[in-house]
Nanobody
Framework: QVQLVESGGGLVQAGGSLRLSCAAS????????MGWYRQAPGKQRELVAS???????NYADSVKGRFTISGDVAKNTLYLQMNSLKPEDTAVYYC??????????WGQGTQVTVSS
């Protein structure tokens, strides 16, 4: 089993930056991929960025060039660096982990609000 705890959300002005963190614990050896999702009011949850065990990354078109997903293996922590933030980025951001066997685990979410 994997436990995920997000942090780093907050209120920021348009054009600003935030770095989200996701601390993983438990059976982290079983994690094959991790990602960041977000859900805005009235919208479906969407994949923002993902990274697989080999280091390959993927991004939603809406955040390419602005967001960067990375990890610190020694700290068992996943990051999402968010630059040039827009009001459209306002959402609850969730960390996820895909483990061997096909199960997905989720963090509790952290609120990101971008004001104009």
């Amino acid at each position: 089993q994997v436990q995920l705890v997000e942090s780093g959300g907050g209120l920021v002005q348009a054009g600003g930056s935030l770095r989200l963190s996701c601390a993983a614990s438990g059976s982290i050896f079983s994690i094959n991929a991790m990602g960041w999702y977000r859900q805005a009011p009235g919208k479906q949850r969407e994949l923002v960025a993902s990274i697989i065990s080999g280091g390959s990354t993927n991004y939603a078109d809406s955040v390419k060039g602005r967001f960067t997903i990375s990890g610190d293996v020694a700290k068992n922590t996943l990051y999402l660096q968010m630059n040039s933030l827009k009001p459209e980025d306002t959402a609850v951001y969730y960390c996820s982990a895909l483990v061997t066997g096909g199960l997905t685990y989720w963090g509790q979410g952290t609120q990101v609000t971008v004001s104009s």
